[in-house]
């Protein structure tokens, strides 16, 4: 779980994931889980990571937000759309979603 103060720290970066949600056109569900998504895992993260680590962060989350919420996206579009290669957004999605305490799918 995330603090509101997580929220705050974050705004540039959640100002991004909503423009990259923009950009995939993804439902409102699908943009509030990855938004979950991100504030519960970025704390785990050091706070002096670089912006590619960030970045790819996000993606991973987009990606996993739409995949739980049934809007999935392809994980190349979610990656051209974030600025990321698709290999960035295929190796960090399963952890993302351990880190946030949820299982991934095992297919």
């Known amino acids: 779980m995330y603090r509101a103060r997580d ?3 974050n705004e540039r970066w959640l100002a991004e994931l909503q423009q990259i949600a923009d950009r995939l056109d993804l439902e409102t569900a699908a943009r509030s889980r990855a938004t979950d998504l ?18 790819a962060v996000l993606a991973a989350s987009l990606y996993a937000g739409s995949l739980i919420e049934s809007d999935q996206r392809s994980q190349s579009a979610v990656a051209d759309a974030a600025g990321v290669s698709r290999l960035t957004v295929q190796q ?4 993302l979603l351990e880190r946030a305490g949820l299982e991934p799918p095992s297919w």
């Open 38 to 55: 991100y504030l519960s895992t970025v704390t785990d993260w050091d706070d002096d990571a670089d912006e590619a680590s960030k970045r």
């Open 7 to 9: 929220h705050v720290e």
């Open 92 to 95: 960090r999605w399963k952890d």
